[in-house]
């Protein structure tokens, strides 16, 4: 069973990004189990004296996360682009993975749902991405990289993603993510 942790860059409730994962937990295939990590918004502002090495003292939302981390064989994550680059409170996530270390080596990939008005389709955003996941030392699967623009209209009254044909794609970055946590 790959145990995969699914992360939405995003706050706002009506997210094209967290109803892209909704769909991939709700559509994952036999053989994976797929968790939605939700507390990002609870998580403090990032200080490296707040994070100390032996872990005594540490915020019980970051400790929550990072044991999240530490549970998942995988990571998949989607987040929208805004100012040409990560939202802050997703940044603010993935600096709290640094000391941490639970991403190491784990393979992690994500799906960019940048509408067709987004200036850059979300490759700001991207190049931010993969450049903290270096620093945490993550192993990005290339091949569950995924970029699925959505609209909101593509989201359904129940939160899921509605096109077939993304759902599709959806269920196809999983089953790859999957894959790479054997390889």
């Keep these: 069973m790959a145990k995969l942790l699914l992360i939405s860059g995003s706050l706002r409730g009506g997210s094209t990004n967290s109803a892209t994962l909704r769909t ?68 603010n996530l993935l600096d709290w993975t640094v000391g941490g270390g639970q991403t190491y080596e784990m393979p992690v990939a994500w799906i960019n749902v940048s509408g067709a008005a987004a200036p850059s389709g979300g490759a700001d955003a991207h190049d ?18 995924l970029r699925l623009p959505l609209s909101r209209d593509d989201v359904g009254a129940d939160g899921f993603v509605a096109p077939a044909a993304a759902r599709e794609a959806i269920i196809g970055a999983v089953r790859a993510l999957a894959t790479a946590v054997d390889s």
Excluded: C, W
Aim: glycine fraction near 10%; charged fraction near 20%.
């Design 128 to 145: 931010s991405l993969r450049k903290v996941l270096g620093y945490t030392g993550a192993r990005i699967a290339e091949e569950a990289v």
């Design 24 to 91: 991939a937990a709700a559509l994952a295939p036999d053989g994976v189990e797929a968790t939605i990590y939700d507390g990002m918004g609870r998580l403090p502002h990032f200080n490296p004296d707040d994070d100390p090495a032996d872990g005594v003292g540490l915020d019980p939302q970051v400790a929550t996360l990072r044991a999240s981390l530490a549970e998942a064989d995988a990571l998949l994550l989607s987040t929208p682009e805004y100012a040409g680059a990560l939202p802050g409170s997703f940044k």
